[in-house]
């Protein structure tokens, strides 16, 4: 059983940045894929960013986020990391992380991922 936590929301101007963070234990962080996600009110949640289990070397992004965006994975730490930058108001949302051990290394549905994090909310403003 994997445990996520997420941390590094928070409220930030638009055009600024954030890091989002996401501490697993429980498990051996390297054989998971990692997400992240997001769910603005009113909204279902959907898909930012994956990056691949073990070395990370595939990543993929939601067309909205490409190239302001940025995963990232510590094995060391057992941390995924999400490089907010350029911010947009319709990037508010609660985020959250998700780990999924099935063995793909690109994981963009919600339904795949195994563990979820509580959430982390990022307020953007004009």
């Known amino acids: 059983q994997v445990q996520l936590v997420e941390s590094g929301g928070g409220l930030v101007q638009a055009g600024g940045s954030l890091r989002l963070s996401c501490a697993a234990s429980?498990?051996?962080?390297?054989?998971?894929?990692m997400g992240w996600f997001r769910q603005a009110p009113g909204k279902e949640r959907e898909f930012v960013a994956t990056i691949s289990r073990s070395g990370g070397v595939h990543t993929y992004y939601a067309v909205s986020v490409k190239g302001r965006f940025t995963i990232s994975r510590d094995n060391a730490k057992s941390t995924v990391y999400l490089q907010m930058n350029s911010l947009k108001q319709e990037d508010t949302a609660v985020y959250y992380c998700?780990?999924?051990?099935?063995?793909?290394?690109?994981?963009?549905?919600?339904?795949?991922?195994?563990?979820w994090g509580q959430g982390t909310q990022v307020t953007v403003s004009s």
């Open positions: 998700a780990a999924d051990d099935a063995g793909w290394p690109i994981v963009t549905a919600t339904r795949d991922y195994d563990y």
């Open positions: 429980g498990g051996t962080f390297s054989n998971y894929a």
